[in-house]
């Protein structure tokens, strides 16, 4: 069975208008110029069927999931900003969690640590 060579780059944006003239940093990278596209991107290549993602975020973050045609299913944040996890997530399900304004690594790696969140 042979790999989907594009599922084992490194994603990232452009970074052309950052550096002078010539190649480019990261040569080898997925180029996607939005959040919304790597999501979808991951979405896509992972191979998910449904997502959980948080009622208190951006509405676009609706549109690749809403385009590509799976399943999203909304969870609540308590006061402190982190999710309540009332429910389980199937094999072919992800979690999206939100890192809002930076301020919650902690809980980030704690979460990545037990189940596969994006």
């Not at 003239?21 to 990261?26: L, S």
């Amino acid at each position: 069975m042979q790999k989907n060579k594009a599922a084992l780059k490194p994603i990232g944006g452009y970074l052309e208008l950052e550096l002078p003239k010539g190649n480019e940093y990261y040569p080898d990278l997925v180029r996607l110029n939005t959040g919304r596209n790597a999501l979808e991107y991951i979405l896509i290549q992972k191979k998910y069927h449904k997502i959980y993602i948080p009622y208190f975020t951006c509405d676009v973050l609706l549109e690749p999931i809403v385009r590509i045609g799976i399943q999203y299913q909304f969870y609540h944040i308590d006061r402190q900003l982190d999710p309540i996890i009332d429910f389980e997530i199937e094999p072919d399900a992800c979690f999206l969690y939100t890192n809002y304004f930076g301020i919650k690594q902690k809980k980030h790696q704690s979460l990545a640590s037990k189940s596969k969140i994006l």
